[in-house]
């Protein structure tokens, strides 16, 4: 199963929503991301927040046919994690998360972790806007891209040992990778997927468009 959780961030435009939603079973909508869902007329399937951010006319408007998940405004968590502990109940495959980019960088941190708390249920999951979809990883994996699309990886929390970047235009062997290291920022794909191995650790990656 595949949840679409959508918060209250960047916007995203019609295509990526619509992309991503068509090929979803399940619609959870953080707050003000209900703003979004309202403006092409998209009913989730539950809606999760302390509704501060969101006009009465839109939680009128959703209210009758959404199931409600309403919690007080102050609390622990955010309204973003708290749509994605409700996708755990449905126990996904795979999570994307939209509207979760934005001005609001101490919320980006925030939706790092839950990409990381993901990874380590097993569940695919990405982050995604109009210009960069993050992901993570741990183990070796292909990625996909155009020839000439921009990828940056970084290390998250511990050191990444023994990294290689392969069939990339910046091809790297055997780097110990530590989070904030510049030296894999800005890479190209090429004509095929490229490769990224590495012995232990997590890999943070974004594939990136200006």
Do not use: W
Request: charged share 30%; hydrophobic share 35%.
């Amino acid at each position: 199963m595949k949840v679409v959780v959508i918060s209250g961030g960047k916007m995203p435009s019609e295509k990526l929503l619509y992309d991503e939603i068509e090929k979803c079973e399940y619609i959870i909508c953080a707050d003000s991301g209900a703003n979004c869902l309202y403006k092409y007329k998209i009913s989730p399937n539950i809606l999760v927040g302390d509704f501060d951010s969101i006009d009465d006319e839109i939680f009128s408007y959703f209210k009758n046919n959404t199931r409600i998940v309403e919690v007080p405004c102050e609390k622990d968590f955010t309204d973003t994690e708290l749509a994605f502990n409700e996708a755990l109940k449905l126990s996904p495959d795979e999570i994307s998360f939209l509207g979760c980019t934005g001005t609001r960088l101490d919320h980006i941190f925030g939706n790092l972790g839950l990409l990381y708390k993901c990874i380590k249920s097993g569940i695919k999951a990405s982050i995604k806007d109009d210009n960069n979809t993050l992901f993570m990883i741990d183990k070796t994996t292909k990625i996909q891209g155009k020839k000439g699309e921009i990828f940056s990886i970084q290390g998250f929390r511990d050191e990444v040992k023994a990294l290689y970047i392969e069939n990339a235009k910046y091809p790297l062997k055997n780097y110990n990778l530590n989070f904030g290291d510049s030296r894999t920022v800005s890479n190209e794909f090429l004509d095929e997927p490229v490769t990224i191995r590495f012995e232990n650790g997590i890999v943070i990656v974004m594939k990136c468009t200006d």
